[in-house]
């Protein structure tokens, strides 16, 4: 991994946990965590995010799962950014692909929200990966082309220093199914390269591209250790302080290797 680039590692949450839970696995994280030099960050439920938030004590970044684009109005249902800001979210997920494929968020959507987090001052991790069938189609890189062309549509290249592009492909999001770091790195320097095209080569050795799908803390070495990975988003793995905690010390390692 470059040492210009700080590892980024996030533990999404999803849809799990309750009060408690929230409170003992965010305060035995930061018991176990030990990861000088890596940015560390955890995107509780939204019904949490002001009591995980009141109970980091460290430098951990607290993240939201989504947010809404416009201003508070009339959207049942939805958070917008003040409420998230109020919260003391710092950072925010976007194009999930549990949002994207679930629930159906277009590309386009996910470009409002990506642009509506940098614009009120939140860092973006944008979310973009593959399906099982576009891969078996050959359709990886395009996919991945498409989804980071749309998604950071009208972003500019300043703005881009408050992005992470986390590439998540679909078919390994909490399957077991890890692709192989050579795999990853493909994908990986693809994405450098195409934000070099889109950007300047300046841009492209700056942004952080992290993985996520089925990352355990017996994986997160040799996949960390690649060139272009610069971290990892958790899912299954971010609800145990001790694996998560283990990946974190990964990404702290890949620096010196
Ligand atoms: P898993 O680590 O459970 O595969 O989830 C990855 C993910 O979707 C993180 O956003």
């Known amino acids: 991994m470059s040492t210009l680039r700080t590892p980024f590692v996030g533990g999404n949450w999803k849809m799990n946990t309750n009060a408690a839970e929230g409170y003992s696995l965010i305060d035995s994280i930061q018991k176990q965590m030990q990861g ?6 955890v995107f509780p439920p939204f019904p949490y995010l002001m009591s995980i938030g009141n109970a980091i004590q460290n430098q951990t970044v607290l993240g939201a799962q989504d947010l ?16 998230l800001k109020d919260c003391g979210v710092k950072a925010v997920l976007t ?8 629930i159906g968020e277009s590309d ?18 944008l979310c973009i990966g593959e399906q099982l069938e576009e891969r078996e189609a050959g359709q990886t890189d395009a996919v991945n082309e498409r989804q980071i062309r749309a998604g950071l549509d009208g972003v500019s290249e300043s703005q881009l220093e ?5 590439y998540e492909p679909v078919w ?5 199914k890890t692709a192989t770091p050579e795999d990853a790195q493909d994908a990986h320097a693809k994405i450098r390269e195409l934000i070099g095209q889109m950007y300047s080569p300046a841009a492209a050795s700056a942004i952080r591209i992290i993985y996520g799908g089925s990352m355990k803390p017996g994986n997160a070495p040799e ?5 272009d990975i610069d971290g990892g988003l958790i899912g299954g793995a971010s609800l145990k302080a001790e694996d998560f905690c ?7 390692g890949s620096l010196v290797s």
Request: aromatic letters at 4%; charged letters at 15%.
């Open 246 to 252: 283990g990946i974190i010390s990964a990404a702290q």
């Open 162 to 166: 408050s992005v992470v592009i986390a």
């Open 95 to 102: 194009g999930h692909s549990e949002r994207r494929h679930v």
């Open 223 to 227: 996949l960390m250790a690649m060139p």
């Open 172 to 176: 390994a999001i909490g399957t077991g």
């Open 108 to 125: 386009g959507l996910v470009n409002q929200k990506t642009k509506r987090a940098l614009e009120t001052g939140f860092i973006a991790v």
């Open 68 to 83: 809404w684009h416009s201003d508070n109005g009339a959207f049942t249902g939805e958070v917008s950014t003040d409420m």
């Open 36 to 41: 000088n030099g890596v940015d560390v960050a």
